[in-house]
């Protein structure tokens, strides 16, 4: 089988400690996380993981049956690509040092619908919204200019249409069902 | 009722019908071990010689009765001693609870004395674990402990718990046992999550039958979770339903009757001709409790190559992890077969069993006239030792020899390292096992190797008046070792050879109990014999040939029937 980048979304107790359990499960099958995101949800009490991960199905399936032998793990979906919006926030600094450099950056930011979100003497810097081939896109452009520095946030993944995490709403498939043994 | 954090431990843990903790004590612990001293009418507590024993012993006395082992430890090295116990507890699934104290909230994260992360250290090999940090929780946390300690596939299960909680005080309502799914955090996870295993499916179910119906040459593993789920039984019914042979895997040993005429013997790396020939033949594999793990499926990709595998497992995460299977089901090993059993008509395959049984179930081994044996010993152990012993063992050659030869009839007879292979196991084991089976004899079968690393609970053995027998296979070697490095590594003795102190006959004598020295059949029988009628622990140590090798081998990621010796 193929290994691809897999998106897994797991919801979690929003405590002390999940994240190294979580994150040590990774490491410890073998398996190098390539994107992290974490944050609460509308419960404040639940935090949601976004991991990107490269394995294949069968890889994927027994990594998310691992996930959900913790207690501190609520949920977990593996969100297939062709299924899922994913999306990160990418910022990138880069070197301006006149006028013209500034004009040909902004023109480049307002193809990609990114903003300026700060200006200095020297520097501008772009928040631009997107997946990772809108951001590698955007990044090469900008290298001639001179990137400075340069920050994702992790991409974090929702599943299309009316389908969600929650166990009452989500698709039903046979390893998806409940939570696995404690 | 207004109680300190150590009283609130202490009646948490009676409301586990805890009455018995193996422990050491120490600085951050001892608010707990004051209150213990007002306890001690209701909670024995063992004082073993070291922490990794206290935490064997917990294991052991787990694996024996099927309850929740408990111990204690101070923070710091007392909690990191442990480790290696939590970890042989965690691989083969037993279930205990440590209790582990840590520095006062103020101290923690300062490097103070005797301060280590413990919940950070131990995440890897528990199924959970919790740093006390409010009283408040306090009496919520134990009882979650104890439920996912024992619930669907048991292990263990760590608490660490600041000093100052232990001396705080706080409301505390009695609460009985079956209540405690009802209210606070466990009630909160039982609502989220059922705790109980999963119903398997009907359907599953109704599969799995036709194509029992369908098969020619079926076989049947063993493994340890028909032993965690006491299943043992109702797997003989089904074996027998079914009349297909049974290979027993070192786990799974005491899941079916090692006399019984369908049992082909331990499969795996030193299984039996019988049982790897049988799985390599089969056309359909069902596999009970049994996680594949390398010392069975030695070689995953031709692992029962003409069979269609069928995987029974209550945990969801293990189908398919070691071994591809054609089809499975989630549950506990007990429901699973309850529902199955009844669903197969009788049925008879003489002529497959025929050509299982063409082949040994046991390994032969020579006898050398003149010296002793392993063979000797342990055929003298089966003959004199009451039927229903107890045997634990260390791990290495005595382990495979011991699990080969010994017929075990009901779950937790052995105790034995499977999954992790922790050397100096099987004292502490013997020690658990022996306090939670006062009525039993325990043997514990160890090599010099193995012995010599834990050999200090003998104090334990010693001051509790244990009457446990133990018998050193003593080569002079670490013979499983030596063995590898005689076949693969060119008799290339590297760092193997045992000769050295101490002298174990004088040693036991030291501890304060009877030692013996056998060097052939008589000197043992005579010294097992008397071991046996004297009702009191003793060391008998047994002079073995360092050459003497576990036959048949397999070696690692090879083809299970690729016998590298016969």
């Known amino acids: 089988m193929n290994a691809t980048r897999n998106t897994l979304a797991v919801l979690v107790d929003n405590e002390a400690g999940v994240l190294s359990r979580v994150a040590r499960l990774f490491s410890g099958k073998g398996y190098n996380i390539e994107s992290l995101a974490v944050g609460t949800t509308d419960e404040p009490e639940i935090s949601r993981i976004t991991i990107e991960v490269v394995a294949d199905d069968k890889q994927i399936n027994l990594l998310s049956n691992q996930l959900r032998k913790l207690i501190c793990v609520h949920s977990v979906k593996v969100l297939k690509a062709e299924h899922a919006i994913r999306r990160e926030l990418v910022l990138i600094k880069v070197m301006a040092d006149n006028f013209g450099k500034r004009n040909e950056i902004i023109q480049i930011a307002n193809i990609f619908r990114a903003s300026i979100i700060d200006v200095s003497k020297s520097s501008l810097t772009i928040a631009v919204i997107g997946d990772e081939s809108k951001a590698e896109a955007i990044q090469n452009l900008l290298k001639e200019f001179g990137i400075l520095e340069l920050v994702r946030t992790g991409m974090v993944a929702l599943e299309r249409g009316q389908y969600t995490i929650d166990e009452q709403t989500k698709e039903k498939g046979e390893f998806d069902y409940g939570k696995n043994v404690l | ?566």
């Open chain 2, 1 to 566: 009722m207004r109680l300190n954090g150590a009283k609130i431990l202490l009646e948490c843990l009676l409301e586990q019908d805890v009455d018995t903790v193996f422990g050491y004590p120490g600085g951050t612990i001892l608010n707990v071990y004051d209150e213990l001293y007002n306890y001690g009418d209701r909670i024995h507590h063992i004082l073993t010689a070291h922490e990794q024993g206290a935490c064997h012993a917990a294991d052991g006395y787990a694996r024996s009765t099927g309850k929740v082992g408990v111990c204690f430890s101070t923070s710091g090295p007392g909690a990191t001693n442990m480790v290696t116990g939590i970890a042989t507890a965690y691989l083969d699934s037993s279930p205990i609870v440590c209790i582990t104290c840590n520095v006062s909230l103020p101290l923690i994260g300062k490097d103070s004395f005797q301060e280590v992360d413990i919940t950070g250290v131990t995440m890897p090999i528990t199924k959970c674990n919790y740093l006390v940090r409010d009283i408040r929780h306090l009496a919520d946390t134990v009882r979650e402990a104890f439920a996912i300690a024992r619930s669907g596939r048991p292990g263990p299960v760590l608490i660490d718990i600041v000093k100052n909680v232990t001396a705080e005080e706080t409301e505390f309502e009695p609460l009985p046992r079956q209540e405690h799914g009802t209210s606070g955090r466990l009630g909160e996870l039982m609502r989220r999550y059922d705790f109980k295993p999963p119903e398997p499916d009907m359907d599953d179910i109704r599969k799995l039958a036709d194509m029992i119906r369908a098969a020619q040459r079926p076989m049947l593993i063993c493994g340890g979770g028909v032993v965690r789920a006491r299943a043992d039984r109702l797997f003989r019914d089904f074996a027998h339903k079914i009349d297909a042979p049974v290979a027993i895997t070192v786990m799974g040993a005491g899941g079916f009757p090692g006399q019984d005429e369908l049992t082909t013997g331990m499969i795996g790396m030193h299984g039996s001709q019988a049982s790897n020939m049988a799985v390599d033949e089969c056309d359909l594999l069902i596999a009970v409790g049994c996680r594949f793990s390398d010392r069975v499926a030695l070689k995953p990709a031709t692992f029962a190559q003409r069979a269609q595998v069928v995987q029974i497992d209550i945990d969801r995460a293990e189908i398919n992890k070691n071994v591809e299977t054609a089809h499975h089901i989630v549950g506990d090993a007990r429901r699973v077969l309850e529902l199955l059993t009844p669903m197969v008509p009788q049925l008879t395959h003489p002529e497959w069993k025929k050509q299982v049984f063409s082949r040994p179930t046991e390994t032969e081994y020579d006898e050398h006239p003149g010296s002793l044996t392993p063979w000797q010993v342990l055929s003298t152990i089966t003959r004199l030792a009451p039927d229903d012993a107890i045997i634990s063992t260390d791990v290495g050659q005595h382990q495979m020899w011991a699990i080969q030869h010994f017929h075990f009839d009901y779950p937790g007879q052995l105790l034995t390292s499977g999954g992790f292979g922790t050397m100096g196991f099987g004292l502490g084991a013997a020690i658990g096992a022996q306090v939670g089976h006062p009525e039993k004899r325990v043997i514990h079968i160890t090599g010099d190797g193995g012995f010599r690393m834990n050999c200090n609970e003998l104090a334990t053995e010693q001051y509790y008046r244990l009457p446990i027998i133990t018998v050193v296979f003593n080569n002079g070697t670490l013979g499983m070792v030596r063995q590898w490095q005689n076949l693969i590594y060119h008799q290339h003795y590297s760092q193997t050879t045992l000769d050295r102190a101490p002298d174990f006959v004088l040693l036991a004598q030291a501890y304060g109990l009877k030692g013996y020295r056998a060097t052939d059949v008589h000197e043992f029988e005579s010294a097992f014999r008397d071991a046996l009628a004297s009702g009191s622990g003793c060391v008998i140590d047994c002079a073995i040939d360092i050459d003497e090798m576990v036959r048949p081998m397999v070696g690692g990621g090879e083809h299970i029937t690729h016998f590298m010796i016969d």
